[in-house]
């Protein structure tokens, strides 16, 4: 089984910052994929960041240039720094990791964590 638990999440004026952390634990081998998803009220969850074990990033449109994704390997932790936030950040974000094992993929998901951006 692999443990998901992110935190880090709470409220934050426009124009700060907030830094999510993501700690993965149990069976953490074949580990392919961190990444960072979001789900405001009444939308679709999306994703916000990702990375690879290769150590290739992306982003959505819409945070590229103020959020930064970031691994540490030897803390099974995938962090996402998020600068200049805006209302429109607001959100439940959740951590997915991604174990790929003979050419099937296994997701895993926290249960998220409560980010509120004020005006």
């Known amino acids: 089984q692999v443990q998901v638990v992110e935190s880090g999440g709470g409220l934050a004026q426009a124009g700060g910052s907030l830094r999510l952390s993501c700690k993965v634990s149990g069976i953490i081998s074949s580990i392919n994929e961190m990444g960072w998803y979001r789900q405001a009220p009444g939308k679709q969850r999306e994703l916000v960041a990702g990375?690879?074990?290769?150590?290739?990033?992306s982003y959505a449109d819409s945070v590229k240039g103020r959020f930064t994704i970031s691994r540490d390997n030897a803390k099974n932790t995938v962090y996402l720094q998020m600068n200049s936030l805006k209302p429109e950040d607001t959100a439940v974000y959740f951590c997915?990791?991604?174990?790929?094992?003979?050419?099937?993929?296994?997701?895993?998901w926290g249960l998220g964590t409560q980010v509120t951006v004020s005006s």
């Open positions: 997915n990791v991604v174990r790929k094992i003979m050419g099937r993929r296994y997701d895993y």
């Open positions: 990375t690879t074990s290769g150590g290739s990033t």
